[in-house]
């Protein structure tokens, strides 16, 4: 969203954000795409959705407005964007991370003010918001989240790919892996690569379905278990840690990279892929913004300095950093090597 200027319609626009925000969200999770893959009624649609037929037809005149759906005298069906990346069972299928941010907005945003005074969501205990493997997350939501991170990391995947020198890697350790899908993209880059994917037990039953899925299954094998108290495994030449920072304290930060340097080869490296902040806190606005989202989400997270970041790999031992962009988005690598 754009910064306001000097009118004051540039502020009303920006608090009524959540209205488009949220229409997706609930056009996602009542599955509307799935039915609008063929030209229907406002009726067809509320007697499919099981809805009340003015707000049926409110609402899809309101996605329609946003782009989402074409009305043609009145008949509703799926914009090319909305096929494309909303229905349920195609390929290029993303509606799990817009159920994930509809979750976000459920268990945190909604209780913003709360967490800016208090100082942590009323959720505050971190098994409850980071212990993906317990009983406090409904399956589903767990399931959303991995995979709306897949939804997201396989656009950027062949980039960090092309920019990360993994020559003579033989063995990588994907920390916190999710779905796997930067292993897969690095094992398919680098045939003589083993990638391990470590992360806990349920994202790795995610894990599994995608490396069999891209028949890695001999190359890519999994770990589960947490890695602030669990064996990580040691040996390697190579340790990913994708988006995985943000979520913890600065002490739990300095845990996890001197954890990931024990665990290198000599001369291995460490690459450290977030939403870094320049050394003013409030640039660049998206991992500012994605700050505050972890201030909602999480009982310890926020995003971090590329120096902070760089001088703590530092302090672990390890050399020769580079700061390394792939993209013009808002997250990049930062790599150091282990002497």
């Known amino acids: 969203m754009p910064a306001p200027g000097g009118d004051f319609m540039d502020l009303l626009a920006m608090a009524r954000g959540f209205q488009a925000s949220k229409?997706?969200?609930?056009?996602?999770?009542?599955?509307?795409?799935?039915?609008l893959e063929e030209p229907c009624s406002a009726v067809e649609a509320a007697?499919?959705?099981?809805?009340?037929?003015?707000?049926?037809?409110?609402?899809?005149?309101?996605?329609?407005?946003?782009?989402?759906?074409?009305?043609?005298?009145?008949?509703?069906?799926?914009?090319?964007?909305?096929?494309r990346f909303l229905v349920r069972g195609k390929d290029d299928y993303r509606g799990e991370i817009i159920?994930?941010?509809?979750?976000?907005?459920?268990?945190?945003?909604?209780?913003?003010?709360?967490?800016?005074?208090?100082?942590?969501?009323?959720?505050a205990d971190p098994e409850k918001w980071l212990d993906t493997k317990g009983p406090q997350r409904d399956e589903k939501e767990v399931r959303a989240f991995i995979c709306g991170m897949d939804a997201i990391a396989r656009d950027?995947?062949?980039?960090?790919?092309?920019?990360?020198?993994?020559?003579?890697v033989e063995r990588l350790l994907d920390l916190g892996g999710g779905p796997a899908t930067y292993a897969i993209a690095f094992a398919k880059a680098h045939p003589g690569l083993k990638a391990t994917v470590f992360d806990l037990p349920?994202?790795?039953?995610?894990?599994?379905?995608?490396?069999?899925?891209?028949?890695?299954?001999?190359?890519?094998?999994?770990?589960?278990?947490?890695?602030?108290?669990?064996?990580?495994?040691?040996?390697y030449d190579f340790i990913w840690v994708s988006q995985i920072l943000h979520?913890?304290?600065?002490?739990?930060?300095?845990?996890?990279?001197?954890?990931?340097?024990?665990?290198?080869?000599?001369?291995?490296?460490l690459a450290i892929h977030d939403f870094y902040l320049n050394k003013d806190g409030a640039s660049p606005t998206g991992p500012a913004m994605f700050s505050v989202h972890m201030l909602a989400?999480?009982?310890?997270?926020?995003?971090?300095?590329?120096g902070e970041v760089a001088e703590w790999m530092a302090e672990a031992g390890l050399i020769s950093p580079k700061h390394l962009r792939y993209d013009e988005g808002d997250a990049s690598i930062l790599v150091a090597k282990r002497k």
């Not at 989400?297 to 590329?306: A, C, D, E, K, L």
């Open 156 to 168: 950027l995947a062949p980039n960090v790919t092309a920019v990360l020198d993994l020559k003579g």
């Open 47 to 83: 007697s499919w959705l099981k809805a009340d037929e003015r707000a049926a037809g409110i609402f899809l005149n309101g996605l329609a407005a946003l782009g989402l759906l074409v009305k043609e005298v009145d008949y509703f069906r799926n914009s090319e964007h909305a096929s």
């Open 202 to 235: 349920n994202p790795i039953k995610i894990a599994r379905e995608q490396i069999a899925k891209h028949g890695l299954s001999e190359r890519i094998d999994t770990l589960a278990g947490n890695f602030l108290e669990d064996d990580i495994g040691k040996g």
């Open 99 to 123: 159920r994930h941010m509809e979750h976000t907005w459920n268990r945190g945003w909604n209780d913003l003010q709360h967490t800016v005074l208090a100082g942590h969501p009323r959720e």
């Open 297 to 306: 989400v999480t009982p310890r997270g926020r995003s971090y300095t590329w």
């Open 23 to 35: 229409m997706l969200m609930v056009a996602v999770d009542l599955a509307v795409f799935d039915f």
């Open 247 to 269: 979520s913890h304290d600065v002490a739990q930060c300095h845990f996890i990279i001197n954890k990931c340097v024990q665990a290198l080869n000599p001369g291995g490296a």
